[in-house]
């Protein structure tokens, strides 16, 4: 399969604990996209990379959570002293960017997050 | 926050009929988008809409855009049991794709 893969796929954790997820985008894709969806409600945009720098961060993404892309390559998200309103699906996209096109964003099966 | 809404936001069909989704958003736009998600699943993309464009058709979907009403339809036509998921419009505010602005979804049941 060469789609966008996230793991794991499910997590289940106390308040107060850190949790980390990972992406892997398309092989090539030079933007990752992290969006974060709640129950009933569409994905919201969280942070995005070209290649391993992060240009842009939505002021959903408090100091608690960090993502990077070290390499270019696949994404980690992470989140530190999770609280219960941090339980959402966490969903990975990719795209390959041509500045004078669209870029379809790709997206993964997501990570589904639940803080007890 | 939500760009824009979707209506209604659940709807519920017999096998064979069409569905009509509508999406409103506020800004302006280069593209609008629409997504299906089966449920606890990711995104799967439909189709693309340029602000330029009025209709546009890929099989049995049919998407229009009114730039001066801020709104989009999705019309699925002879619906399918295999139809059923929440359906979403997306929009992007520029050709780079940034980042994509979600509504809220219209959840679609299609009974056989």
């Known amino acids: 399969d060469t789609g966008v893969s996230q793991d794991p796929r499910h997590k289940i954790t106390k308040r107060g604990q850190n949790v980390t997820f990972r992406c892997d985008p398309i092989s090539e894709h030079n933007r990752l996209y992290w969006y974060r969806q709640t129950l009933g409600q569409g994905p919201e945009f969280l942070t995005y990379?070209?290649?391993?720098?992060?240009?842009?961060k939505s002021r959903l993404l408090s100091d608690r959570f960090s993502a990077e892309r070290p390499k270019g390559s696949f994404s980690t998200l992470e989140i530190q002293r999770t609280e219960q309103g941090d339980s959402a699906m966490y969903l990975c996209a990719s795209s390959f960017h041509l500045a004078s096109s669209y870029n379809e964003q790709f997206f993964g099966p997501g990570t589904r997050l639940t803080v007890l | 926050s939500q760009q824009g809404e979707e209506d209604p936001q659940a709807l519920s069909i017999q096998e064979g009929e069409n569905a009509t989704m509508n999406c409103s958003y506020k800004?302006?736009?280069?593209?609008l988008q629409w997504y299906r998600q089966n449920s606890g699943r990711g995104l799967v993309h439909l189709i693309l809409i340029r602000s330029n464009e009025r209709e546009k058709h890929s099989g049995r979907l049919r998407v229009t855009l009114d730039t001066s009403k801020k709104s989009s339809s999705l019309l699925i036509t002879a619906s399918r049991a295999a139809d059923t998921a929440s359906y979403f419009c997306a929009t992007a505010a520029n050709n780079a794709g940034n980042m994509l602005t979600f509504g809220g979804g219209t959840r679609l049941m299609v009974k056989p």
């Open positions: 990379f070209q290649n391993e720098a992060q240009l842009e």
């Open positions: 800004t302006s736009i280069n593209n």
